[in-house]
């Protein structure tokens, strides 16, 4: 039997942790409003070790080539993503210090009123993470959030790109490169771990 690869793990990670529905009959209404036959539910993967350590693995490889100083991305769903990413990078071989940083769906209204929180400066290169691609307007918003503090944002990452409402286009027009983890195709081609 061959060896299944981080990629296929954290696929079936998504079944086994029942972070991945598919009902193509009634299907699931989506934040946009819209429909989808999928729901993919990358905060309920996130409470699992075992899926975190898949996940910061496979993005740490993904983001080896890329020079970057720091990561972050769009509260609450990015938070985990972020943390998880820098802890494994620190510990990894060859270590990389990634600092990490949140953007605030609004600003604070009270002490400094930031919109941006944690280690970052302007100029430092900066990775945006989340954890699905659907249009894109959740990462875009953290974008224009990040290179409106100063940072340099030039690459993108999603655990799980859904492959509709032109979310790569619309994220790649914003001359940004997209690397995803798993496509909506490896969830449904993945199959729970027997019983």
Not at 63 to 79: F, N, S, T
Not at 104 to 118: F, P, S, V, Y
Request: contains cysteine; glycine residues 8%; aromatic residues 6%.
């Amino acid at each position: 039997m061959a060896i299944e690869t981080h990629k296929q793990q954290l696929a079936r990670a998504f079944h086994d942790t029942q972070s991945f529905k598919w009902n193509p009959g009634t299907g699931f209404t989506l934040a946009s409003g819209l429909k989808s036959p999928f729901y993919v539910d990358c905060r309920s993967l996130m409470a699992h070790p075992g899926s975190r350590r898949l996940v910061a693995s496979l993005a740490y490889e993904a983001l080896r080539p890329v020079e970057l100083d720091c990561l972050g991305g769009l509260e609450i769903g990015a938070i985990s993503i972020a943390t998880s990413i820098s802890d494994f990078a620190f510990s990894a071989q060859p270590a990389r210090t990634w600092r990490t940083f949140v953007v605030r769906k609004q600003a604070k209204d009270h002490g400094l009123g930031k919109l941006i929180e944690g280690s970052f400066q302007p100029g430092d290169r900066a990775v945006i993470v989340d954890d699905v691609l659907t249009s894109g307007g959740s990462l875009l918003k953290a974008v224009a959030a990040a290179r409106g503090a100063g940072l340099v944002v030039t690459h993108a990452l999603v655990i799980v790109d859904r492959k509709e409402q032109d979310g790569r286009q619309k994220v790649e027009a914003e001359g940004l490169t997209l690397l995803s983890l798993l496509t909506i195709d490896d969830l449904t081609s993945a199959r729970p771990t027997p019983s």
